[in-house]
């Protein structure tokens, strides 16, 4: 699904990715761990073109988005990355917006869907969130939670491939991360392919097929949850595992 190859990416002179490779198959789920600062944010950003990068491959579905540094052209690059869904620290929704017309927005102006067509998606994607009863509410009478879930089901409006999360749970109490973690599981028996940067290890180790560790914008290494947790090979590892353990 994802074939990352030597992908490299500086702000300034701030080098932030470091010959990145990785590779993701079809219904993996991977977790990307790593300590704060690391590159975890700009190599998920990287690969929706939230942010360019200054060398290397990023192939999608067998389609170019960079190739040696080389991006397709700006309908392509709209092609590929719209296959990609992304889910947020901090949400992203839209305040003036209620819960439905969050979901709604994007099918029908980008993808130009009808409005039965996205009515019926939303109300699906809301009752298979758990919330229902808040489709006509506004984010702000939202839980951390409960937005969280909606931003999910707005990912999923646009029948992504991949779903890509950034650390979904951390701007959350931690009473209410255990029903965001829930909804990405469901995904996950529902074999969709994921990315999940993370901080929850028990999450990372029961559901992950994958586990990446990234520190000072390179992958480390990387194994399945079994491997990583309990025989890490390398001290970095080690070291940010006894901590975050
Ligand atoms: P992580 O998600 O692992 O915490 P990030 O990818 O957010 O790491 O950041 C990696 C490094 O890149 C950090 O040093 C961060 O300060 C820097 N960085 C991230 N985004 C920008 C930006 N837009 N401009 C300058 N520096 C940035
Ligand atoms: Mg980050």
């Known amino acids: 699904m994802i074939q990352v190859n030597q992908m490299k990416k500086s702000f300034g002179t701030l080098e932030v990715l470091k010959n990145v490779s990785f590779e993701v198959n079809k219904n993996d789920v991977v977790a990307v761990i790593g300590p704060s600062g690391s590159g975890k ?15 290397g491959s990023i192939r999608v579905q067998d389609q170019d988005l960079v190739r040696d540094g080389v991006y397709a052209s700006p ?14 620290q901090h949400f992203n929704l839209f305040p003036h917006l209620t819960v439905k017309e969050n979901l709604e927005l994007a099918p029908r102006v980008v993808k130009g869907e009808s409005a039965e067509e996205v009515q019926r998606k939303s109300a699906e994607l809301l009752a298979k969130v758990g919330l229902s009863d808040k489709a006509d ?3 702000a ?5 409960q937005k969280q879930r909606v931003a999910i089901a707005r990912a999923l409006m ?7 999360f950034d650390e979904p749970t951390s701007a959350l109490d931690p009473e ?6 829930q909804v990405i599981k469901q995904l996950a ?12 290890m028990g999450f990372a180790r029961e559901v992950a097929n994958k586990v990446m560790f990234m520190d000072n914008g390179e992958f480390i290494e990387a194994g ?11 001290e970095r590892t080690k070291a940010f595992l006894q901590k975050a353990l």
């Open 158 to 164: 646009m029948d992504p491939d991949i779903l890509l």
């Open 137 to 139: 509410h506004y984010p």
């Open 41 to 55: 944010s700009t190599m998920l950003r990287s690969l929706v073109y939230l942010e360019q990068v200054n060398g």
């Open 189 to 200: 028996q529902e074999r969709m392919t994921m990315m999940v940067v993370t901080h929850e």
């Open 176 to 181: 209410l991360t255990g029903e965001v973690l």
């Open 141 to 145: 009478r939202l839980s951390g939670g």
């Open 75 to 88: 309908q392509k690059i709209k092609e590929i990355t719209s296959k990609m869904g992304m889910v947020f």
């Open 224 to 234: 399945t949850p079994d491997l990583m947790f309990t025989n890490p090979r390398f």
